[in-house]
Every structure is written in C-alpha cells, then in structure tokens.
C-alpha cells in the first residue's frame, strides 16, 4: 500500500498533518506502537525540514507487513554539508521557526535515532531526498 | 495523578478532554522545543508547553500524549482545541508560568520526567 501527500512550503498551519495520518493509517494496520511513534517522529521531522527549508514536496509512505519506507523529496536549495547537518544542534533555521518549536537543530539526529535506516540525498541546487526505513519489530514493545 | 488532579494543583481551565478527566499520569514534560519532546519523551506525560501553535498539539498526538497544558496564561485559538479534541486528547491552560506549574504537579506527586535515558 502507498500513500502520497503534497506538504505545503507556504501554509506553515498545515505542516505535520501528512505524519499524523501515515501514523493514523499504520495504527490502523495493527502496527506495534513503537515503531509507529518512530516512523512518526522520523516523518514529522523531516516534514518540518520539507516546510522550512524545501519550501514543500511530496511525502510518500510505502507500507509492507515487516516495514515502512517514507520519502520525503523537495526541491528547495539542498544541503550544502551533509556532516555538519547531521550534528546535533547544528541549524540553518530562521529565528521564527524557532519560536514554532523546532529548528533547534535537532530534526536530522532524531531521524537517525529513530530510523532502521535513512539516506539522505541532497546537493545544493538540486533539492533533498530523504528516505526513512522503520521495521516493524513485535518483540519492540508498546513503545509506552 | 489523575487528569482532573492537574486540573485543581494547577488551578487551571479544562478547554476539551472531560472523558480523560480520571486518566492517570504518572510522568510530565515541560518543552518549548518539540523537537525535544519527540528526541526525549518515551512514557506517557503531560505535555507542559508555552508554544502555542498547531505542532505543540500535532507534536503530543504524534508522541501519544494525551494531556496538555499550556503555561503562563497562555490560551490555545479555538482551533488548536477542535484539532486536540479530534485527536482525542485533553487540553488544559493554566496562568502559572513553566518552573511553578512543573513544581506545583511535581510537589502534587508527579516525579517522573518520562524520558529515555539521558547520557
């Protein structure tokens, strides 16, 4: 099963709404709960990088029984120096994304933690790509 | 704790969420970064916050978080309390600011902060 959602650059009201129902669809798949909250902040970070820095995209969440694989693709600027993106703290933010609660440079180093596996494809000029692979592991736990 | 037990210690204004009333917490967050809220909360909290937008709320869905309160006299726009009442959660506004209304729950007997480890 794949899902698609167009995520906005403009309407910054609506960022999160695309994670929300991939979280709502996988619950109700019978997902374990864990990996439904990873797959969710995985998603909900890279949405908010899509909004902030892609100026918008396409979100896609390609759903098997073992695994989900999310693409967020945008063709905002790129990511100049991947390395230092990954760096906890590190931020290229406006100031007034930080008063929305992010931008703090944290959103790449969740993804990590969170993932099974995530690639990131970006140059600058020619837009991001990240791809999120979470495995829906039942001995994980409830995730409470 | 239950639910309406942060209402009182908070002394503080239920905007949606009567069902979740005798829900029991045992954990609370206060959070202006919800990047941090998705990097550190694992259990079950209440959600303190002054970040009064749409991905306070949308962040505590995506973490389960069923119970919010917003600090320092903050009031939530009527449809940031319709999206918390769809996603089944419970909305609370309370003038303390942050320190006095995590004391006050913590002084109440919440003392679990809810977090993974933290090294």
Redesign the interface.
């Given at each position: 099963m794949k899902l698609r959602y167009e995520v906005s650059g403009e309407d910054m009201?609506l960022?999160?709404?695309a994670?929300?129902e991939v979280?709502r669809a996988l619950g109700r798949l019978g997902v374990n709960?864990a990996a439904i909250?990873r797959t969710?902040?995985c998603m909900?970070?890279a949405e908010?990088n899509m909004v902030i820095h892609g100026g918008g995209g396409v979100a896609e969440a390609e759903l098997s029984p073992d695994r989900v694989v999310v693409t967020m693709r945008d063709s905002g600027p790129g990511i100049p120096d991947l390395e230092l993106a990954m760096q906890e703290g590190y931020s290229t933010a406006p100031e007034w994304i930080r008063e929305?609660?992010?931008g703090?440079g944290?959103?790449l180093?969740?993804m990590k933690?969170n993932s099974d596996e995530l690639r990131i494809d970006s140059a600058p000029g020619k837009g991001t790509t990240v791809t999120i692979m979470v495995k829906f592991d039942s001995s994980e736990g409830t995730?409470? | 704790m239950k639910v309406r037990d942060i209402v009182s210690t908070l002394e503080g204004v239920l905007l949606t969420g009567e069902a979740l009333l005798d829900l029991d917490i045992q954990a609370a967050c206060g959070a202006d970064l919800m990047s941090d809220v998705m990097a550190f909360v694992k259990e079950n909290v209440v959600l303190l916050t002054g970040l009064v937008n749409p991905q306070s709320i949308r962040t505590a869905d995506l973490m389960d978080i069923k119970v919010v309160v917003f600090v320092r006299g903050k009031v939530p726009p009527k449809d940031m309390v319709a999206e918390a009442e769809r996603n089944g959660m419970a909305v609370i506004a309370t003038k303390y600011s942050m320190f006095l209304a995590c004391g006050r729950l913590y002084e109440a007997g919440i003392h679990g902060g809810g977090t993974r480890d933290i090294r």
């Open positions: 009201s960022a999160g709404k994670s929300g979280k709960p909250k969710a902040v909900y970070e908010m929305m609660g992010f703090a944290m959103g180093p969740n933690r995730g409470a | -």
